[in-house]
Every structure is written in C-alpha cells, then in structure tokens.
C-alpha cells in the first residue's frame, strides 16, 4: 500500500505559476513511476505528466508542453509538477498516482495502483 498526499494547489491568475508537491509513503519510492492527472467539472480524468522512478524519463500531454515540468526526489520521496504560464483552462483538481516502474511508459489511467485525494488548481482570467 502506497498513500500520497498532494499539497500546493490554490487559485492564480492567468499567466501565473504553483508547483504542486506529492508525498510518498513508499518504502522504496525509486521503484515507482509517478504520474500527474486532472479533472475538471463534468470532464474525465486526463493525463498530464509521468516520470519514472530513475527521473530520467518524463512525458507530458501535448496541452502542458513546455508549460509544465514534472520532477521528482527519490531522497524526500517527493514527486512535484511545476506550472507555468497557467491559463484557465489549467483550472481542475490534479491527482498525484502511482505504479510500479515496469520500464515503459504510463499515460493511461488504468496503469497507476495508487492515488491521492487530489489538490484544487483554479486560474482565474
């Protein structure tokens, strides 16, 4: 069992930033691949970035490219998305999700095990 505890959501202005952190509880979190989704109201839960479990590997969704960046320290056990250059349609709540690292990519949402309860992210125009 891996619980994750998003933090650093809130409201912004359009053209604004927030880094959104995620805490692990796993004992060897190096092993994980982590992954940031969103859902808006009325929407479905949509990718937004993965890495994996080394940080050498990441992917995003066409739609943050370049605006956002995923990182993580396998010291803290701490995955974070930066995002920049924020536009109301950012506006969701974004989940933190977890797998195991089976050297592949993970995009879909049926390849993460485990969730957090999500973090709130409005942009304002």
């Known amino acids: 069992q891996v619980q994750l505890v998003e933090s650093g959501g809130g409201l912004v202005q359009s053209g604004g930033s927030l880094r959104l952190s995620c805490a692990a509880s796993a004992r060897t979190f190096s092993i994980y691949t982590m992954g940031w989704f969103r859902q808006a109201p009325g929407q479905e839960r949509e990718f937004v970035a993965a890495?994996?479990?080394?940080?050498?590997?990441?992917y995003y969704a066409d739609n943050v490219k370049d605006r956002f960046t995923i990182s993580r320290d396998n010291a803290k056990n701490t995955v974070y998305l930066q995002m920049n250059t924020l536009k109301p349609e950012d506006t969701a709540v974004y989940y933190c999700?977890?797998?195991?690292?089976?050297?592949?990519?993970?995009?879909?949402?049926?390849?993460?095990?485990?969730w957090g309860q999500g973090t709130q992210v409005t942009v304002s125009s």
């Open positions: 890495i994996s479990g080394s940080g050498r590997d990441t």
């Open positions: 999700a977890t797998g195991l690292d089976l050297g592949r990519p993970k995009l879909r949402f049926d390849d993460y095990r485990y």
